[in-house]
């Protein structure tokens, strides 16, 4: 009979299946077979577009071609640049874009060439920008340059643009029209997170405050309402993430300050934002009607929708931007519809887990207040259109139709993805002295 081996007496021998468990909660995002399964969702949604009249459109065709490729193509070129394999907001990224895109398609071929080139552009600012803010030293010099530019097309914008749907928010150039308040959300947080990561003096401090001041009060001039209200609560995000800091207080107050006299000033404009809150059904036929109509088609389409290109909704106007969301429940189903939602709130959930174990405070302040903004503009959108708040016209992130807010969208994912930047190279900020930490 074979003797048992030998062992120091007092010690564990460490076993397989604890290490098994060590590996898998350590095990990488599986982001194969979750392009994978995104990649046959967009096939099948894709296909339900290719003929419009009957006929096979092969510029539609090229274009989800294209889409597709680019997916793959990024995923396999960053993994193999950054070693990584964390791609889980990139793929969130692209699943969301697509819905989008083929929404455009079903409408027209031109709008889905426009979307198609908006997130390729979206996906280069997010490329460029997450390499910019990896170094944070590099963050600091371009602070003040965005803080410039940013104040700059504020004033072109109300110099240059026309009135359009009751608001100043269009520039058109050469037949090409962006929004820059989209544009300006971006440079809003960097130089926020950046000013807050250097906040040492009273001077510094006064400069933001002056800054978020005049970006806030631009918007009211513009009476972009629901912009202006989802900077400032930004603005509140910010101020929050620098809490244990007397210099927070003044922030918060200076915030609330600002918001009660914008608010007293343009009264008149606001009252009438509320004029039909929580009575759209008595104004059916006239002010309450893309709200009625929303409520009305969107319950139509029950759990699985009417087909993609067989809603009613989108006969009215604005469906493909402002009521986008009540298109996506008429058209894919009431499912669809709860995953967008549980989509941002993982993007959420991912910026707070992250910016908990980043190191850099810089990182922390811009990736939640970036989750933050696209979550309270989320809130806004769908609350908006169905009553449950008074509807301000804000875009659904990365799904509404229009090439700025497609860019902005992508931009503030750099910042969300910047937290996973340095986790691990040295210690969080529990248990560590450091000012103005989570």
């Known amino acids: 009979m074979a003797s048992k081996p030998d062992r120091p007496i007092g010690r564990k021998v460490p076993t397989d299946h604890g290490t098994a468990k060590i590996e898998k909660k350590n095990a990488p995002f599986h982001w194969g077979w979750m392009l994978l399964l995104l990649t046959v969702f967009q096939l099948f949604s894709f296909t339900q577009t290719l003929f419009p009249d009957g006929v096979f459109s092969e510029k539609l065709g090229l274009v989800f071609l294209l889409y597709i490729a680019v997916e793959w193509l990024y995923i396999a070129v960053a993994r193999m640049v950054t070693q990584r394999d964390d791609f889980a907001l990139e793929i969130l990224a692209f699943f969301l874009s697509g819905i989008g895109l083929t929404i455009c398609a079903s409408i027209h071929e031109t709008y889905a060439v426009k979307q198609l080139i908006a997130i390729g552009m979206g996906l280069f600012a997010f490329t460029v920008l997450s390499w910019i803010i990896r170094s944070t030293d590099r963050a600091m010099v371009l602070r003040m340059p965005l803080a410039v530019a940013a104040l700059g097309l504020l004033a072109a914008n109300l110099a240059l643009a026309k009135v359009t749907n009751g608001a100043l928010n269009w520039i058109t150039i050469g037949g090409i029209s962006f929004q820059p308040s989209e544009l300006v959300k971006v440079a809003f947080i960097f130089v926020g997170a950046a000013t807050l ?6 001077r510094s401090l006064t400069k933001y405050i ?7 009060g631009a918007l009211f001039l ?12 930004t603005f509140i995000i910010i101020a929050f993430m620098r809490s244990g800091d007397f210099r927070t207080l003044i922030l918060i107050c200076a915030a609330a300050l600002m918001g009660a006299v914008l608010v007293i000033s343009f009264k008149p404009y606001v009252a009438n934002r509320f004029a039909t809150y929580r009575h759209v059904w008595e104004f059916m ?15 139509s389409g029950g759990l699985l929708g009417l087909g993609i290109g067989n809603g009613k ?18 058209e894919w189903g009431l499912l669809l ?8 709130a993982f993007i959420a959930f991912y910026a707070v887990r992250g910016a908990r174990k980043s190191s850099s405070i810089f990182y922390s302040i811009a990736a939640v207040s970036a989750a933050g903004m696209l979550l309270f503009q989320l809130a806004l959108n769908v609350f908006g259109i169905t009553d449950l708040l008074p509807m301000t016209g804000v875009t659904l992130p990365f799904i509404s139709r229009g090439g700025t807010s497609i860019i902005c969208a992508w931009s503030l994912f750099a910042f969300i993805k910047s937290v996973s930047f340095n986790i691990g190279d040295t210690k969080p900020y529990r248990g560590r002295k450091v000012k103005g930490r989570l």
């Open 210 to 216: 002056l800054f978020s001041i005049a970006c806030v």
């Open 197 to 202: 990561e250097k906040l040492q003096a009273t």
């Open 337 to 344: 519809g709860i995953l967008i939602l549980f989509a941002f």
């Open 285 to 299: 036929n006239d002010k309450g009607f893309q709200q009625t109509r929303v409520l009305i088609y969107s319950a």
């Open 313 to 330: 909704l989108r006969t009215v106007f604005a469906a493909s931007t402002d009521l986008v969301f009540g298109m996506v429940c008429e």
């Open 222 to 233: 513009m009476r972009d309402f629901g912009t202006a209200l989802i900077f400032f609560f």
